[in-house]
């Protein structure tokens, strides 16, 4: 089967389920497809990687209210 086209705003959607390892493998070979022939969504992966290792990861409970109310309103925004 012949991976489908990602439009890099696709590939934005798709990044944080391919980097958690959460995507289907048809999915996961089209992102897959897609990086090796984009740069830009390729220098966009590695600054993704780049944060991820740099913040680890911040347990919820140690979340201010209005820290967790601010990210909660971004991501809602983000999703419409």
Avoid: K
């Avoid at 497809?33 to 347990?59: F, K, W």
């Avoid at 919820?60 to 820290?67: G, I, K």
Wanted: charged share 25%; proline share 4%; hydrophobic share 40%.
């Amino acid at each position: 089967m012949t991976p489908r086209d990602v439009a890099c705003n696709e590939l934005v959607e798709l990044l944080t389920e391919y980097l958690e390892d959460a995507l289907p493998a048809s999915e996961r070979e089209s992102v897959e497809v897609h990086l090796a022939g984009c740069e830009g969504c390729g220098n966009y992966l590695a600054q993704m990687r780049a944060t991820i290792d740099a913040l680890g990861s911040v347990p919820v409970e140690t979340l201010s209210e209005e820290a967790a109310d601010t990210l909660l309103a971004a991501f809602r925004r983000r999703t419409g």
